[in-house]
Nanobody, 117 residues
Framework: QVQLVESGGGLVQPGGSLSLSCAPH??????????MAWYRQAPGQQRALVAH???????NYADSVKGRFTITRDNAKNTMYLEMNSLKPEDTAVYYC?????????WGQGTLVTVSA
């Protein structure tokens, strides 16, 4: 089992910025991580893909966050990041990270991002 640990959520005003990170709990014991992704789930809605990055760094974004969010990864640390700028109230959700390790997907516990004045 791989436990993913997320950090960086919180309360931010509209137009503000926030950064999230995600890494396996015992990163040093994992040889390599495949694709990584961030999802989010707003109250009353299904979990949806926000951004995806392949093992070689190719990225893909949901239309709603293009130009505002940036997903990156540090392969040496098996860590993934999500830089969120120009945040809107509709970005409010629980954000989950997902990583493929050994051809199996794992989820983080989720971190709450609230965009409100």
């Amino acid at each position: 089992q791989v436990q993913l640990v997320e950090s960086g959520g919180g309360l931010v005003q509209p137009g503000g910025s926030l950064s999230l990170s995600c890494a396996p709990h015992e990163s040093e014991s994992i040889f390599s991580v495949g694709a990584m992704a961030w999802y989010r789930q707003a109250p009353g809605q299904q979990r949806a893909l926000v951004a995806h990055i392949t093992a070689v760094g190719t990225t893909n974004y949901a239309d709603s966050v293009k130009g505002r969010f940036t997903i990156t990864r540090d392969n040496a640390k098996n860590t993934m990041y999500l830089e969120m700028n120009s945040l809107k109230p509709e970005d409010t959700a629980v954000y989950y990270c997902n990583m493929v390790v050994g051809f199996q997907g794992y989820w983080g516990q989720g971190t709450l991002v609230t965009v409100s004045a």
